[in-house]
């Protein structure tokens, strides 16, 4: 069998390569798919990079990877027009100016230009040889570049996540017309076949988007969570772990973990709220809630404003901020239960990873939720008060029904692999190849 030609765009790993507030959950879909195309002897995959901020350090890190390594690497061929623009835009400037200080700058523009043609696009007629035997393009994310889109031959499939900007466009004022978000729905055409991450993602894309889409070529296609995880409940390893996020814990205590970013949909401000009246009315103090993820260094302030007895109960409250990859598992492992009270997710990678890491999940009862915790976790309304603190009650004071759902989360998380997924999206591309 002739290998299939594949395109894959590596936007998102670009941005999520190295630890920070990007290597989340959108990242780690691009990249645990990436590794099934990579492991499959059908495919011959080369790596596309285009309208990337941070690609040339990208590809330095490439070199010495054991993973990305492997890949040969397009840049978008189309980009030496730009550097010539811009060379005679500078050049336009320089003569428009008479102070000494501008023309040395639009100088060093000139260079910089220069030189980003010269080292990042010397192979562009090379590249667009190559483009022309591609038979596939994917991505896990954004938009088919146009560049792209308008070679005829390329079939082009495309991820989709969620349209939470359109359900909540309070949350997002910000959105230009340059945002991925916003190019990858003007983009949308009957010519894509999209990967849905759940069923509800699919119904939304439909309901906003119908017109653009072919019905037919939307499959849902579940993904699965960041790394494989398992139960790992030893308090040595997580007294180690929390000191290293500057938490000094005493395995006497307890903690609800909750792991996500502080976007007002998580809607971590109710669950904090509801978590301070749990403890008040059953007046508890071995009890603390660790939030993991990017924060805003605005938030504590937003808890202060909107929670009338924050300042009682705020040493409860325990932001460890980012957190690597290797001590996910164990905290995930060791806590009392996982809350995500989320207003809405396209998928819902989090309540998946605490379920196979063995702890008893709180979430909500909308969106793909269900989907992914079936009747695994304990599910509520997300704006719900006293439903959020019984759960709480439910899982504080009982250990049977922990060490229940416990169980039923390990098997629920059977059904997602990233294998599972992958067999799904490649069945389809080869029949449509």
């Known amino acids: 069998m002739k290998k299939i030609n594949i395109l894959y765009d590596a936007t998102m790993l670009t941005q999520g390569f190295l630890n920070g507030p990007a290597r989340a959950g959108l990242f780690f879909t691009a990249y645990n798919l990436l590794k099934q ?13 285009s309208e990337m901020s941070d690609y040339r350090h990208f590809m330095e890190y490439m070199k010495n990877d054991g993973f990305f390594s492997q890949f040969s690497v ?44 010269f080292l ?65 729905i003007n983009s949308l055409n009957k010519k894509h076949y999209c990967f849905c991450n759940s069923e509800s993602t699919r119904n939304d894309f439909l309901s906003y988007f119908g017109r653009q889409l072919d019905e037919r070529k939307l499959f849902v296609t579940h993904i699965s969570s960041s790394q494989q995880l398992r139960p790992d409940y030893d308090d040595v390893k997580l007294t180690r772990t929390l000191k290293k996020y500057n938490v000094m814990y005493d395995s006497k205590k307890k903690y609800i973990f909750s792991f996500c970013t502080l976007e007002p949909r ?101 969106s793909s939720l269900p989907e992914v915790v ?16 019984k759960a709480f009650e439910d899982f504080y004071f009982n250990e049977a029904l922990r060490k229940e759902y416990i169980a039923k989360g390990l098997e629920r998380a059977k059904l997602f692999s990233w294998e599972k997924t992958y067999i799904k999206i490649s069945d389809i591309i080869i029949n449509v190849i």
């Open 120 to 184: 990042f696009y010397k192979n562009a007629d090379s590249n667009y040889e190559t483009i022309k035997t591609i038979d596939a393009y994917f991505s896990p994310l954004n938009a088919v570049p146009p560049e792209i889109a308008e070679i005829g031959n390329i079939k082009q499939f495309l991820v989709l996540h969620d349209v939470i900007p359109n359900i909540y466009p309070e949350y997002y004022h910000d959105l230009s017309s340059d945002h991925w978000y916003i190019k990858m």
């Open 266 to 366: 998580k809607n971590l401000i109710f669950t904090i709220r509801c978590f301070f009246k749990f403890i008040e009315r059953h007046n508890i103090d071995d009890l603390y809630f660790f939030l993991g993820g990017g924060h805003w260094d605005r938030f504590i302030g937003q808890l202060k404003e909107q929670i009338n007895n924050f300042n009682i109960y705020s040493k409860k409250i325990v932001q460890l901020g980012y957190i690597d990859d290797e001590d996910v598992n164990v905290l995930y492992s060791n806590s009392l239960f996982f809350a995500y009270i989320s207003q809405y997710e396209g998928f819902g990678m989090p309540p998946l990873e605490a379920m196979q890491a063995g702890t008893p999940v709180i979430t909500s009862n909308n």
């Open 37 to 49: 195309f990579a492991a499959d002897f059908r495919f011959h995959v080369i790596l596309y990079l």
């Open 74 to 117: 397009i840049a978008n061929y189309k980009q030496p027009n730009v550097y010539k623009y811009n060379i005679g835009v500078h050049k336009k400037n320089i003569s428009l100016t008479n102070n000494i200080f501008k023309k040395i700058y639009y100088y060093l523009k000139i260079i910089k230009n220069y030189l980003y043609q």
């Open 374 to 389: 079936g009747d695994a976790a304990i599910t509520i309304t997300y704006n719900d008060e006293e439903a959020c603190i």
